[in-house]
């Protein structure tokens, strides 16, 4: 059987004249994985949310049958939630790679903030989008026990990341020593987290970057103290 597509599969029969086609077989793709599945169902949910996201535009963003697709899952709802755990998990690993102390040392503790600003801001024109996908990835943890495994293991990842790139920063000398790490780190995390919980209840009066920028000024103070 030869492949000339994703989705389409030749079938031959081999004799001494050469080959003879049988038939052209269309099969889901081989490479259909649940993963799969709740990466087109996080590109829906980013565009419209749950309530526009409908099992049709799934399957043939997919190329394949709803019917199939719940092989995979008991329901809409289990993929909705799922995918917004996947979002979540995709996020904090990107994060977990460019929390990585840079080749050049930083300095100063303009050059920390400014990496921690660049790692941890939303995409410009998905800002409501992903602060919701986040807080909807949170909440999904709550009902599922292997989500919640699998967010706690990135979780503490995702913390262990982010004191070592404070300790580096420590160790060259862009933010005091007087510094817990540890603490830092629970700080950073939970600005964010306290920035998607506001948005929930009225809407932050507050950007992130007045948030980092007076945690700077403070730094400043104490290297200068």
Known sequence: MESISNNVYLSYSESK???KLLMAT???RTTFTKDLVLEHAARLLIDGGPPTF???DLADSLGVTIPY????FKSREEIISEAYVFLMAEQMER???QFRPPAKPLKTPKEFF?????????????FEQTRRLRLQGLAATLYD????????????????ALVDLINSAIESGAISGLLDPEVLAFIIISVRIGF???DVKAGSRVTDDQVWELYEAAFLLLQDN
Not at 145 to 153: D, F, M, P, V, Y
């Open 196 to 198: 998607v919980l506001s």
């Open 26 to 28: 269309y099969s889901p």
């Open 54 to 56: 409908r099992m049709r």
């Open 114 to 126: 400014d990496l921690i600003r660049t790692v941890t801001a939303d995409p410009k024109g998905q």
């Open 95 to 97: 994060e977990i790679e």
């Open 69 to 72: 697709i719940y092989k995979h």
């Open 17 to 19: 004249t050469g080959r």
């Open 145 to 160: 026990q292997e989500s919640a495994e699998k967010i706690s293991i990135l979780t503490q990842r995702h913390h262990r």
